[in-house]
T-cell receptor, first 115, second 111 residues
Framework: GAGVSQSPSNKVTEKGKDVELRCDPI?????LYWYRQSLGQGLEFLIY????????KSGLPSDRFSAERTGGSVSTLTIQRTQQEDSAVYLC?????????????FGPGTRLTVL | KQEVTQIPAALSVPEGENLVLNCSFT??????LQWFRQDPGKGLTSLLL?????REQTSGRLNASLDKSSGRSTLYIAASQPGDSATYLC??????????FGAGTTVTVRA
């Protein structure tokens, strides 16, 4: 009965390093989303997974960002060669299906700080 | 591209007063609208989801209305309490399955 979980809750890294952020969706939810919340930018969509379909990557800001979802469950968002403008809270959400009528449930987020 | 606007950006009221939070969106071809609450340093908690065919949804002291044709939604919180202090976000979903968010309204309820 747990909700969406994310780890780590906080990550501080140096510019140029790679980071991996993890998301565990609600059990049985087939759709998984990544969003980013930056100061002054609000919440923006990054990437969307639905089952075994090819992900919708249209929101990824650059090719330094990538994500995968293994076994239709856990997802990892990877940021390579981090830059200071990558500092933000990264939020993951899941929903029962990809249907547009389905409510999205959010995790607590990972706060990334790039020094 | 969908644009979501929330007015006001911030609101401060004494305890017991009713809250009215406004959300507008530019593309009326939405499938649903969600209202979220966000506490400082926390994730988003879903409050209400209104399907595009619905006019309103209620949960306890919360009531959300939707006028899809005019691109507006209003969240009413009755008899506000200090625990209602948070940022409230409106988001709409269209044909692309992605939520488009407003910037939020930060509410402070004074005891």
């Amino acid at each position: 009965g747990a909700g969406v979980s994310q780890s780590p809750s906080n990550k501080v890294t140096e510019k140029g390093k790679d980071v991996e952020l993890r998301c565990d969706p609600i059990s049985g939810h087939t759709a998984l989303y990544w969003y980013r919340q930056s100061l002054g930018q609000g919440l923006e969509f990054l990437i969307y997974f639905q089952g075994n379909s090819a992900p919708d990557k249209s929101g990824l800001p650059s090719d330094r960002f990538s994500a995968e979802r293994t076994g239709g469950s856990v997802s990892t968002l990877t940021i390579q060669r981090t830059q200071q403008e990558d500092s933000a809270v990264y939020l993951c959400a899941s929903s029962q299906t990809s249907g547009r009528d389905n409510e999205q449930f959010f995790g607590p987020g990972t706060r990334l700080t790039v020094l | 591209k969908q644009e979501v606007t929330q007015i006001p950006a911030a609101l401060s009221v004494p305890e017991g007063e009713n809250l009215v939070l406004n959300c507008s969106f530019t593309d009326s071809a939405i499938y649903n609208l969600q209202w979220f609450r966000q506490d400082p340093g926390k994730g988003l908690t879903s409050l209400l989801l209104i399907q595009s065919s619905q006019r309103e949804q209620t949960s306890g002291r919360l009531n959300a209305s939707l006028d899809k044709s005019s691109g507006r939604s209003t969240l009413y919180i009755a008899a506000s309490q200090p625990g209602d202090s948070a940022t409230y976000l409106c988001a709409v979903i269209g044909s692309d399955y992605k939520l488009s968010f407003g910037a939020g309204t930060t509410v402070t309820v004074r005891a």
